[in-house]
């Protein structure tokens, strides 16, 4: 199972959604699925913008988990 760390990732960096929805140009809606761990795609574009934005890697956004 992937597993979006945006909110950890968010509040070490001191910002908000609405800070990277404006940043990024992502729906707030969009960033808010992800933020919540709702989202079951996502476009390597949005991807690449939060990047951008908060200056890290993929890698500090997703994280695969195994099920038991």
């Known amino acids: 199972m992937i597993v979006f760390k945006l909110d950890e990732l968010l509040k070490s960096k001191g910002k908000t959604k609405y800070w990277l929805s404006k940043e ?7 960033l808010g699925k992800i933020y919540n761990n ?8 949005t991807l690449e913008k939060i990047c951008n934005a908060l200056e890290c890697d ?4 997703l994280e695969i988990v195994k099920e038991d």
């Open 38 to 45: 709702e989202s079951k795609q996502i476009k390597l574009q």
């Open 58 to 61: 993929i890698s500090d956004i």
């Open 24 to 30: 990024t140009g992502t729906d707030n809606n969009t």
